[in-house]
């Protein structure tokens, strides 16, 4: 069983930047896809973005394409979330997750959640 804690979430204005860390906890981490989502109030969770087990296969929503980066580091059990040029939209509690198999955009598809952090960029 992988457990995830999230950190690193906060308050910033448009156009500038944050870095999420996902701690991850469990034998099996190396094996697992980590991905982010986000939900913002009175919405769906959505994809964010997610990486494969060997850090080498990366996939991004459209709507962050170019602006996020994701990446992982398995010695440390550690997957991080590199935000830049943040909009007011990107305001949500983002979440990192975890499954074993291929990468997916599904929530439905993940089987380890961590409890979210905040992020909230103001105009």
């Known amino acids: 069983q992988v457990q995830l804690v999230e950190s690193g979430g906060g308050l910033v204005q448009a156009g500038g930047s944050l870095r999420l860390s996902c701690a991850a906890s469990?034998?099996?981490?190396?094996?697992?896809?980590m991905g982010w989502f986000r939900q913002a109030p009175g919405k769906d969770r959505e994809f964010v973005a997610c990486?494969?087990?060997?850090?080498?296969?990366?996939y991004y929503a459209d709507s962050v394409k170019g602006r996020f980066t994701i990446s992982r580091d398995n010695a440390k059990n550690t997957v991080n979330l590199q935000m830049n040029s943040l909009k007011p939209e990107d305001t949500a509690v983002y979440y990192c997750?975890?499954?074993?198999?291929?990468?997916?955009?599904?929530?439905?598809?993940?089987?380890?959640w961590g409890q979210g952090t905040q992020v909230t960029v103001s105009s």
């Open positions: 469990g034998r099996t981490f190396s094996s697992h896809v």
């Open positions: 997750t975890a499954r074993i198999g291929g990468a997916a955009v599904e929530s439905k598809e993940y089987d380890v």
């Open positions: 990486i494969r087990w060997n850090g080498g296969d990366t």
